[in-house]
């Protein structure tokens, strides 16, 4: 122990040094040589006994001019003047004149997190750079995002992102749609300057059934932490370690097994989340996307559908602000399998003779010969099972041909079995347009008959005739195809394989919603229209294009050749459609006329929009 250790701190941070004033010092009791300027005394002089005049009140702060737009905030980005709502961050301002604020862990749905300082811009009332996602906007106040000062903080962000990030492009399913790659092209484009290795990670970190993370790519911007934190409210990620070595995972004991789990893999900004579904399936640059709707329940999120010549790759969410904001579950996501396997691609006439023996395929045109042959015969007797996953335009055309050519008066409700709803988006009720059927049926006077209406009236020998549009039934599907097989006649215009198919004595190929254009009523009453990705595979066709051969095929006229033209003719018996307007309702599907459907993109905008200024829609 030294010395220095017994003595008491003295306050001083450091020794004076010498020749200080606190070098010299006087002796106790001993007047002060220089003493400073106004000291008292204590005998002041009689001169200057007499009592001093108060000092002047400071003068009052002038008054803030008053806002120049009462209500809102106004202020200049990059020369141009902005008028906002109170509490609008820089970001979303900036977009409204057309800059473009970089940033990577902002989220217009997510709480602000200002940890990636890519969107640091200069205030005129602030002397350092700010972050423009989480600074609100002054009166008055000058933004400025193109300046040297900000392009450099913009580059050094970039390559301190990149220190360590793996140069694995080449085989990343983020490439072609990597805010990354964008960044660096338009922000960076200069080599690295590390010297010696990158910090390694986990490569092929599995979090739960439908996400991998690689985590040295990561750049730890925390949205999906906030995500699950915040919107499914499902707390299942976390931030764990420090400084390089800080990774996303999965708390102990537990995996990402919520049903919004794909959701984190669309918000992030580079490949470190990762769809176990889609990954290595598809280049983005080789898909296209189309604005469609999902059919996994009644909520109706709209979505893009990927697609691949006439594959469908993905479905990912389109915002909506009245249905599913910026989200979709994964049992929405998991359906587009439905669309490229077990597909009724070819016409059949007559029932299968045995277990694994093939049907002989015909044209269509020779099954709706046979098919309207053997309904001829049974008009009026004739028993009608729609499904509700089939669209508006689909049930006006085979609901009005179902009453008017084969006088039936009442529809039996097929489709999906009902399922377990979830507490944020997914419905019960695993059928899109169950309300959409509901209000044609009551618009042509038909009655609506439970499918167990139909089980007791098959078992019972009442209905010896069935005409089918779509194959999807609620309960047991072999105990109904055991009881179809029995029906002297019994035609499905079906759009996938089933054991229904099987016993159906006129197979009709009907094609899937993202085939051809139309419309869905959600749960909710909302009508919405989806867009035609690609053509109808193979032989099928739409419903509504099936029940126009049909009614002329049994001596009936149809006045209409497109699902626009079956809307606006035969939609004037629904009250609900008289306010919809089938044209405008249409979510933009090109950004030219001509065949260039839009590219794909993970944030559901395509990639060139982030080249050129704000999109016209906000991206998720």
Known sequence: MSDNDTKKPTGDSQTPPKGSPSETREAPGSAPKHPPAGAKLDTP??????????????????????????????????????????????????????????????????????????????????????????????????????????????????????????????????????????????????????????????????????????????????RCVRFMNEIPKEPQLGIFGRGSHEVIDTFPGSELNSNYSLNTVDICPVGALLSRDFRFRARSWFLSAAPSVCTGCSRGCNIYADFMAQDTYRYRPRENEAINKSWMCDHGRETYKGLNLGRVLAAVVGRQPGTGTARPEVARREAVKAAGQALAGVKGRVAVLASPVASNEDLLATLTFAKVTLGAKEVYVGGRPQG???????????????????????GLGLTVKSFEDLTKALDGGRVTALYAVGNEVPGNVEAFAQAASKLDVFVVQATNESPLTAQATVVLPAAVHVEHDGSFVQGDGIIQRFRKAYPPKGDATAHWALAAELTREMGGTVAWTSAREVFRELGKTVTEFAQFDWDKAAPPDREKPGINPLPTAADGRPPGYREFGAPRVRGI
């Open 45 to 222: 002089p009689a001169a200057h006994s007499a009592p001093t005049a108060p000092p002047p009140p400071p003068a009052a702060k002038p008054a803030p001019p008053p806002p120049k737009n009462p209500g809102f905030v106004t202020c200049t980005i990059d020369g141009k003047e902005v008028v906002v709502k109170p509490g609008t961050n820089m970001v979303e301002a900036a977009k409204m004149v057309g800059s473009d604020i970089p940033y990577y862990c902002y989220h217009p749905r997510l709480s602000i997190a200002a940890n990636c300082r890519m969107c640091m811009v200069e205030a005129s009332n602030a002397p350092k750079l700010v972050p423009a996602c989480q600074t609100p906007l002054a009166e008055g106040q000058v933004i400025k995002t193109t300046t040297p000062k900000v392009k450099e903080q913009q580059r050094a962000v970039q390559e301190f992102l990149l220190l360590n990030h793996p140069v694995d492009c080449s085989i990343c399913d983020q490439a072609g749609e990597c805010k990354l790659q964008d960044y660096y092209m338009r922000y960076d484009y200069r080599p690295s300057r590390l010297e010696g290795g990158k910090v390694m990670k986990n490569k092929r970190k599995v979090l739960g059934p439908r996400v991998v993370l690689d985590q040295e790519r990561c750049i730890i911007c925390s």
């Open 420 to 442: 377990q709803a979830d507490h944020y988006l997914l419905t019960a009720d695993r059928n899109p347009n169950r309300k959409g059927l509901e209000l044609i049926a009551q």
